[in-house]
């Protein structure tokens, strides 16, 4: 009896303010700017293309250094006590909670000429040392704050696996490193996953990174989207086609996590 | 953060202990302004979010299987989407409704609509795993003891699933409070405090940023320190009543 009373809204607002947002991006990207419809936009989106290469190519590399520092993170995390856990855990949400533009913008005085980075590397007698305005610094700053999405999911897979199973490895003669890769690492599979899909769909679709720590040199599919919205070059039906592109090409990577995901269980389940 | 302190306009060289910067930080209007309008939306947006969240998740629940699933694909999809597919979807929106019948002008309004729908996920999938926890007599029970439908929610289900409404609650404020790409796209000339920081940081250098970022940081990391102390003070207590 609840029921009827209760959802509709909440179904209505789902409707208007994700659903059709979401159709308006399909609708003017298959329309000009007359508004018939035309392919026009999408066949432009193809100029970019070097764009979006950039941006996947930036974000891999940012996920895989996510997954290089915040597995091990993650793994000696998950060993300690107690006490030291949740102390270590805090210390990795705290630069959560600090708004990400203060961050960036910390980072940029750090990166800069004659920041503390480059200060150092003159103390160790390297030379002068400028990260700022390369892409190097769009990718350290992407880790930078991404990277807790990747330590979390992977902790928390961790904690939660079972004790005894590396016991009944060890009870039946496997070394340290063999524990791991055939035991420890298969079973956290499903906390890497989403933590990789966590820290590439917001690399990839990052866009005042680039600009504050790239120098706006190198530009990212988001930066190229807010260009045609609100900066100089107003055409908001290529940037609704760009966003389609990217919006799908988000959908297929979470797609084929997903599957993998529930293979994964299914496997776990079977065994 | 340290450098807030700093006498010199420099972020390097250090000449001095000073608080002249926090002043001028409290006399800057604008930045008052829009840590006025932060506060305002994250507070307005978190609270609609936390009760259309809840009973959201309530009926949700009642739903058959199938359905369950539409609905809760369709919840995720703010998660999923990249922020600023996120933030031009609800742009384009607003425009749209705003060229055909002139409401819907962007500004505060529009803005708290936004900050609403990015929040209702938080919400929603926070409240839904404790509502499957909980027993479904309880409801069944208050029912038979002659509640009305609407004060046996309120009084017995609320109740026990208060921690996950709070819990989403304060996370729907939090991603408020931080949120930038989505309030970028949707709030017109409306600043918000991650605005004005950009816009700051795009026009020059001022220290006002390093007071502000210092501010801000212990703020939060009070915030924090609170909560875990309640927390550890909760746990106490049950286990005193155990």
């Known amino acids: ?271 | 953060m340290i450098f807030s302190f700093n006498s010199s306009k420099s972020r390097i060289l250090w000449t001095g202990f000073t608080f002249e910067w926090y002043k001028s930080l409290f006399e800057d209007k604008e930045i008052l302004k829009s840590l006025n309008n932060t506060l305002f939306v994250a507070f307005t947006a978190s609270i609609f979010a936390t009760i259309i969240g809840t009973i959201a998740a309530a009926g949700i629940l009642k739903l058959n299987k199938y359905y369950q699933k539409v609905i809760l694909s369709v919840t995720r999809l703010p998660l999923i989407n990249p922020e600023i597919v996120n933030g031009i979807s609800l742009m384009l929106l607003f425009v749209f409704i705003h060229k055909k019948t002139g409401f819907f002008e962007q500004g505060i309004f529009t803005l708290i609509l936004s900050h609403i729908t990015f929040c209702l996920p938080y919400v929603v999938l926070s409240v839904i795993p404790k509502l499957r926890q909980l027993t479904p007599n309880i409801y069944e029970a208050a029912l038979d003891l002659g509640c009305t439908p609407f004060s046996a929610f309120l009084k017995v289900v609320l109740r026990e699933i208060m921690p996950g409404v709070v819990t989403g609650g304060i996370m729907a404020f939090t991603v408020s409070i931080d949120d930038f790409v989505v309030s970028y796209f949707t709030g017109g000339a409306v600043q918000t405090l991650s605005i004005s920081i950009y816009s700051m940081s795009k026009r020059s250098i001022s220290p006002k940023i390093n007071a502000l970022s210092t501010l801000l940081f212990l703020s939060t990391l009070i915030l924090l320190i609170i909560i875990n102390f309640r927390e550890s003070k909760e746990n106490i207590k049950k286990k005193e009543l155990i």
């Open chain 1, 1 to 271: 009896m609840k029921k009827r009373v209760v959802l509709p809204p909440y179904i209505f607002w789902l409707v208007t303010f994700v659903l059709v947002p979401m159709s308006l991006v399909v609708y003017f990207a298959f329309t000009d700017k007359n508004g018939n419809f035309s392919l026009s936009n999408l066949n432009d989106v193809f100029l970019y293309s070097n764009v979006f290469l950039r941006s996947i190519w930036l974000g891999f590399i940012a996920t895989s250094f996510c997954f290089l520092i915040g597995y091990p993170t993650a793994y000696i995390i998950s060993r300690v006590n107690i006490k030291c856990r949740k102390f270590l855990i805090a210390m990795i949400m705290l630069p959560m909670w600090t708004n990400f533009l203060l961050k960036t913008y910390a980072w940029m005085t750090i990166l800069e000429e004659r920041g503390f980075v480059s200060c150092f590397f003159q103390f160790l007698g390297i030379g002068k040392f400028s990260l700022i305005n390369t892409s190097s610094a769009v990718v350290f700053g992407m880790v930078y704050n991404f990277i807790t999405y990747m330590i979390l999911p992977i902790y928390s897979v961790l904690i939660r696996n079972d004790r005894h199973l590396v016991e009944a490895a060890q009870d039946l003669g496997a070394n340290q490193l063999k524990i791991f890769l055939k035991v420890t690492f298969p079973l956290s599979l499903p906390g890497v996953i989403a933590g990789i899909a966590m820290v590439f769909v917001p690399s990839v679709s990052t866009f005042v990174l680039s600009k504050m720590l790239g120098g706006g040199k190198d530009l990212l599919i988001g930066d190229i989207i807010d260009m045609q919205f609100l900066g100089s070059v107003y055409n908001p039906c290529l940037g609704s086609a760009i966003s389609l592109v990217l919006m799908i090409l988000v959908f297929i990577c979470s797609g084929i996590m997903n599957q993998f995901v529930k293979r994964e269980e299914r496997t776990v389940i079977a065994l």
